[in-house]
């Protein structure tokens, strides 16, 4: 294995369907992005080194990201679906079978699950919803005459009046934050058949609320905008975020291994 | 190049309700997604990515600046090396693991 020579292939995404030799697209780096064919089932590479892209610049590592993103999107408009890879998959040549072969391999082991899957997602395109909440609004401040309660108490009794007091608010909260979420994931639930509760990595400082449900989902556009109009109607604007598609990157289950 | 101006960011920002964090919030979507999910091969066929960490870290450096981000622990599950003890490292070792130069 060879770092210098291009003996590698990065690849995209799989697309299945018919056969459409005149694809292209550029990728990361310029490289031009062409389809490597099992049958009808293609995969979206370029040829390459078999070093892992990166790089010390923050703006070049989030250049090289957007245009695996972007060719995945063309792909994607192109033949109706798209089964996005992770960032960063390389296949090299092993046993004396080239990327290439390797690949083919591989697709033709994983042809059934892949066919599945592209069943799924024809189509369909990913969306992400966040929904916020404030802790003071889902649990209001106690009534000032509740405080009176604690006068005349020593001091003693009064910090743990108010250690029971707070215990009880947290617990209401979680209580309530949970019936929140179950209420918005059913609404959810009833335009979209296919919904995954997301653990975010990532929290900007601007988010100034709390995460009270993250999801992706998978529908077509006008299923989308249906979910949409509902929240517009029932909560305030500031309370939930959506994205524009992203190819379905939350939805490959089942594919995992290779060979 | 005119596939690559046709495809640029803009095109990916998030439509969100947030007003002008919009670029932010679609990019740290995107990221969470692209690095993580997707097909996922573990073959030995495949290049192995240990410098996705790094990777991954250099792309919050982009989103945010480090100093405020270590300070309230945000990047920590993407600096800090699988390998390592997470307790065991403080934010001046965060620091210098960013700064690794990639082979």
């Known amino acids: ?259 | 190049m005119f596939i690559l101006n046709l495809f640029h960011p803009i095109h990916l920002w998030t439509v969100s309700k947030m007003g002008r964090n919009n670029d932010r919030v679609g990019l740290a979507e995107l990221l969470d997604r692209a690095l993580k999910k997707g097909i996922i091969l573990n073959a030995d066929l495949v290049i192995s990515v240990a410098e996705v960490p790094l990777l991954a870290a250099n792309l919050r450096l982009a989103l945010a600046s480090v100093e405020t981000m270590l300070k309230y622990g945000m990047m920590n599950d993407l600096l800090i090396p699988p390998r390592l003890d997470k307790k065991e490292i403080n934010s001046e070792e965060i620091r210098q693991i960013s700064c690794v130069t990639p082979k």
């Open chain 1, 1 to 259: 294995m060879q770092e210098g020579s291009n003996n590698a292939l990065y690849v995209y995404g799989i697309v299945i369907g018919e056969n459409r030799p005149d694809w292209s697209s550029i990728g990361i780096d310029d490289n031009q992005v062409f389809l490597s064919n099992m049958g009808e089932i293609k995969a979206l590479v370029h040829r390459c080194n078999t070093r892992p892209y990166n790089s010390e610049s923050p703006e070049k590592v989030k250049e090289m990201v957007l245009s695996h993103n972007a060719v995945l999107e063309n792909a994607g408009e192109m033949f109706n679906g798209i089964l996005p890879f992770s960032f960063n998959t390389i296949i090299h040549e092993k046993e004396n079978k080239s990327a290439e072969e390797n690949l083919k391999d591989w697709m033709g082991k994983e042809e059934k699950k892949l066919k599945q899957i592209w069943k799924k997602i024809e189509g369909m395109k990913e969306y992400g919803l966040k929904f916020f909440y404030e802790p003071e609004k889902l649990i209001p401040e106690p009534e000032e005459q509740k405080s009176d309660n604690l006068n005349g108490k020593g001091d003693g009794i009064r910090y743990l009046l108010k250690a029971k007091e707070a215990y009880q608010r947290k617990d209401n909260l979680i209580r309530k934050v949970e019936e929140k979420r179950q209420e918005i994931l059913n609404i959810i639930q009833t335009q979209i058949k296919d919904v995954k509760i997301c653990q975010p990595r990532i929290k900007l400082l601007e988010e100034k609320k709390d995460l009270l449900l993250s999801v992706s989902v998978l529908c077509n556009e006008q299923q989308f905008d249906d979910v949409k109009k509902i929240f517009e109607r029932s909560l305030d604007s500031e309370d939930y975020v959506y994205t524009k598609s992203f190819p379905p990157y939350s939805f490959m289950d089942g594919i995992e291994n290779g060979p």
